[in-house]
């Protein structure tokens, strides 16, 4: 599509564009994660980042802070998991508490007595 | 000196026997050029033996592949099942567990969109025994 395009050619010098001139790749294949991909493995957070780019792409810097902030905290809750680890971690602290006090037993298949089979 | 009867140790009558004195090397054994042959040649026999039992391992090897293409539905759609059924129990324990917290919306996503985000071992193996997460993660590695 025209934005992978785009890239081609606005990757690191947008008006010289050396690596085009010369016909090497020397940075491209690992600007993006959303690039080409050796056997075409997607990352893991390729769609967030595909939406990023395609909401930040061509508006400039400050325009793109402004309205991709949902997108680009998305993205970056995909790449770090802050969010994700905190709510495991208050899930795990409570859990913890209500057995100390007795008010919870964990189910048979969270102890890890019988078999795994799905 | 000689005629006086002094008892001296002479050669036995008729002289010793004849033996060889002269310089004797003889040749003998393969020349340098045969045994530079049979050794190129153990070589090139070891070679193409080596070739031809890669290749019928090349076919080994694509034939495993193969058959995990062929199997790869099942196995994915097992995975899915497992994967989701996870989730749906650690939806229902952190409903239980979280229900006295103030402000808590149980299954909340972290995420602002609502499409499907691929969960993580952590989020599956959260309320499990550390060792579960551990395998999970780990236990294909072959080496330390």
Not at chain 2, 87 to 109: C, H, T, Y
Request: glycine share 8%; charged share 30%.
């Amino acid at each position: 599509m025209r934005l992978g395009e785009n890239f081609k050619i606005c990757s690191t010098m947008p008006f010289v564009d050396l690596q085009s001139r010369l016909g090497i790749n020397v940075d491209r294949w690992l600007l993006l994660q959303s690039g080409e991909q050796p056997n075409k493995r997607a990352a893991r957070c390729h769609a967030f980042e595909k939406e990023w780019v395609e909401c930040a792409h061509g508006i400039g810097q400050t325009r793109a802070k402004k309205e991709c902030l949902v997108e680009l905290e998305d993205f970056y809750e995909c790449l770090h998991r802050q969010k994700t680890h905190q709510r495991l971690y208050a899930i795990r602290q409570q859990r913890e508490k209500l057995i100390k006090e007795g008010k919870y037993t964990p189910p048979t298949h969270h102890t890890g007595e019988t078999d795994q089979s799905p | 000196m000689a005629g006086s009867k002094v008892k001296q140790d002479m050669p036995p009558p008729g002289g010793y026997a004849a033996f060889d004195y002269k310089r004797n090397l003889p040749k003998r054994g393969l020349s340098g050029y045969s045994m530079f042959g049979i050794g190129i040649g153990i070589m090139v026999f070891g070679y193409w033996r080596l070739f031809s039992w890669n290749r019928e391992r090349r076919r080994l090897q694509i034939e495993e592949l193969e058959a995990r293409i062929a199997m790869m539905p099942l196995l994915q759609a097992e995975n899915d099942r497992r994967t989701l059924r996870m989730l749906r129990e650690n939806l229902e324990e952190e409903a239980f567990i979280m229900k006295d917290v103030p402000g808590w919306k149980v299954g909340e996503s972290v995420f602002h969109t609502d499409r499907w985000v691929t969960p993580m071992s952590e989020e599956l193996f959260n309320l499990r025994p550390r060792e579960e997460f551990l395998r999970k993660r780990f236990g294909f590695l072959w080496y330390v």
